[in-house]
């Protein structure tokens, strides 16, 4: 199971980081579209259409990453002083209630989305038009990511509430620890403790 958790992590953070991407492709359009408007004196009408879709793609993609991290906006005031199981029953509680059916309806109703926009090869309107309908696919392919990466993240906590602790997740950008950087430069709390006095002393007045 602990196999299958993982592996759907490492699918959710690699479709996260190839998106990711997007965000080079999105600079340079832009930077190219100011150049090409006010030096070349020749801007496309179908850009700005183009970078409103990228955008969202990206920031509809991020979702299955966003959660496989656990990333997502928590009021954790309170939330932090649970233990394991309470925070596990908790957050199982809040999945059945509003994330399942919200995913889902997103899921369905953007597969309809894409449906019909298909069926009429739906264009942006401006001077220059741009095909929609692959823009309004990945409305159902995200649904679909991030209700997979939910379903794992329910998994989790049924597996916490039945043995007490969070099963271990996919890691990718990590804060910086503390702890590992004095190790890497072979730092003792003894040495900064005596620099700090050293620091003191010599800021003292005279």
């Not at 989790?156 to 509430?161: A, E, K, S």
Request: charged share 20%; net charge neutral; glycine share 8%.
């Amino acid at each position: 199971m602990q196999k299958l958790l993982l592996a759907v992590d490492r699918l959710s953070t690699w479709i996260g980081q190839l998106f990711a991407w997007s965000i080079v492709v999105l600079t340079v359009a832009i930077s190219w579209e100011v150049f090409s408007r006010y030096v070349l004196g020749k801007p496309h009408g179908w850009m700005l259409d183009a970078q409103i879709m990228m955008y969202g793609i990206l920031f509809m993609m991020a979702g299955g990453y966003t959660l496989s991290k656990n990333g997502h906006v928590r009021g954790d005031v309170l939330y932090g002083f649970f233990r394991p199981r309470t925070q596990a029953s908790l957050d199982l509680a809040l999945y059945i209630l509003f994330f399942l059916p919200g995913v889902v309806a997103l899921t369905w109703a953007g597969w309809n989305y894409f449906t019909d926009s298909l069926a009429i090869r739906e264009q942006t309107f401006n001077a220059d038009p741009i095909p929609l309908y692959p823009f309004k696919f990945f409305i159902p392919f995200a649904g679909l990511i991030l209700l997979m990466q939910g379903l794992v993240e329910i998994a989790r906590c049924v597996i916490c509430i039945r043995q007490g602790y969070w099963p271990s997740r996919g890691e990718d950008v990590e804060e910086v620890d503390v702890g590992k950087l004095k190790a890497m430069v072979n730092v003792r709390d003894e040495d900064i403790q005596a620099l700090d006095k050293y620091v003191v002393k010599e800021g003292a007045p005279r």
